[in-house]
């Protein structure tokens, strides 16, 4: 069997188009307690997840009781000096400025 350029050619482009597919979206949970604020978004108490993608400039903020979108808040990527054990979610007098994913060494600074 004659394997045709064509063939290959169609398998590569295949392959290229299911390459999103397969960038990881980065993830953080967040409990509020007390009103906390992320970008300009006022968080009331409850929990939420942090959904940002790699090399994005805007994070999302999710509503996990509801489903919904809450916030989408502009960000961008710092570099650590070393790798978080955990994913951390930084906050400032209940201002979120940071999350640091868990064992990689890049980080998303809000605003």
Partial sequence: MHIRPKHCFTAFALLALALPVWARTDTAHLTVTQPTTIGTTQLK???YKI???PNATQLKVVDTDTGKTVAEV???WIQLQKKPN???VVTN??????IDFGGKTQA???G
């Fill in 86 to 88: 955990t994913t951390e």
């Fill in 93 to 98: 007098n209940n201002q979120v400025t940071e």
């Fill in 74 to 76: 502009p960000c961008h």
């Fill in 108 to 110: 998303v600074k809000v």
């Fill in 51 to 53: 959904e940002v993608s």
């Fill in 45 to 47: 108490s409850g929990d």
